[in-house]
């Protein structure tokens, strides 16, 4: 299995991202502030970038290390990695299957009622830890029903109808799961921008997330611009968020849950610019990221492959058993599900 390795997360507007030798450095108002050898990162995320020099991006290049640019608030910029080095055969597969649309629509149904029994089981859990709910309860069955509808599609608009409905349900209760309330509200999902903190936070994790799918997608082989579940769009990591469904719940939710339930993130890092628009400060970005960074090394068993594997290690575990679906040394994609 593939060795997880650190992810540097770079979100001060007055970082320059340097090279010395074969290590990374980061210089903030002239003073040398990080220094880290390259063969011990994986990735670089960079907010409000300011810039990096043509040897740091050279050096990233030559080692695999993909730079990641990212507005101070989260939204995703550009990319820049070395030449592709994916697997041409398994590509030619991936292109084909996603042109036909009975493929398409056999996986896009695993990966939909993946990602509903994920809800399901966010919602189960919480059932568990503190007693009856008679709406969440309610919610849970109408996911229940969801999921026995899907076998019966036979067209992509229409799950993709049934993945709206569901991720509107599970949402409606999502306000009971935030226990410590007196600060934080959650009335509804919104995006583009974000209109509350507790939103803020999910689009900030949900980026986070993408970005490391993204790239367990590209060291296997696999394109993530050609998916079968979300459109096709020029620009659009269209496979990326396919495979983001099933982790929105497990990595996403619980992960900003948790934050707010702990008390580790505090309604005065937010800020509203305009009527409809909330950033975090940069404290709160740290924080995130910290417990992201923390909640990667830990180990779960995974359910097909039955191994221990870090956290972080999931999004590559996926993406190598969607390409063993694509190659057909696999019947089904072993979608993931927490249990």
């Not at 939204?75 to 820049?80: D, E, K, S, V």
Request: charged share 25%; proline share 4%.
């Amino acid at each position: 299995m593939r060795k997880l390795l650190n992810t540097l997360y770079i979100i001060s507007p007055d970082s320059y991202i340097s090279r010395d030798g074969l290590n990374i450095v980061i210089i903030d108002k002239e003073s040398e502030k990080i220094r880290l050898p390259i063969h011990n990162i994986e990735s670089i995320v960079t907010m409000g970038y300011k810039g990096m020099s043509p040897g740091a991006m050279g050096l990233c290049v030559d080692n695999g290390v993909s730079v990641v640019f990212l507005s101070s608030g989260g939204r995703y910029l550009a990319r820049i990695e070395g030449p592709i080095k994916g697997n041409v055969v398994l590509r030619k597969k991936q292109y084909a299957n996603s042109s036909d649309n009975l493929y398409s629509i056999a996986l896009s149904k695993i990966i939909v009622a993946g990602k509903i029994q994920n809800y399901k089981n966010i919602l189960n859990r919480y059932i568990r830890d503190y007693g009856s709910n008679i709406e969440i309860e309610q919610i849970i069955q109408k996911l229940a029903h969801r999921i026995k509808s899907i076998p019966k599609v036979d067209d992509l608009d229409v799950l993709r109808g049934i993945e709206g409905l569901a991720a509107k349900e599970y949402f409606s209760v999502f306000h009971y799961l935030i226990l410590s309330s007196e600060s934080f509200t959650f009335v509804e999902r919104n995006r583009r921008p974000p209109k509350d903190p507790i939103n803020a936070m999910l689009s900030f994790v949900y980026t986070l997330i993408a970005n490391q799918i993204q790239a367990a997608l590209e060291s296997v082989g696999l394109d993530p611009y050609v998916g079968f579940f979300h459109t096709l769009r020029p620009g659009r990591a269209s496979l990326a968020l396919d495979m983001m469904e099933e982790f929105r719940a497990y990595l996403g939710d619980r992960l900003v849950l948790s934050l707010i339930n702990r008390k580790q993130v505090h309604i005065n890092g937010f800020k509203y610019q305009g009527e409809e628009n909330v950033v975090m400060d940069d404290d709160t970005k740290k924080i995130i990221l910290g417990a992201w960074q923390k909640r990667k090394k830990d180990v779960i068993n995974h359910p097909f492959l039955g191994e221990n594997i870090p956290i972080g290690l999931l999004p590559y575990a996926q993406a190598m058993l969607l390409a063993r679906y694509l190659r057909n040394d696999l019947d089904n994609y072993p979608v993931f599900i927490n249990k």
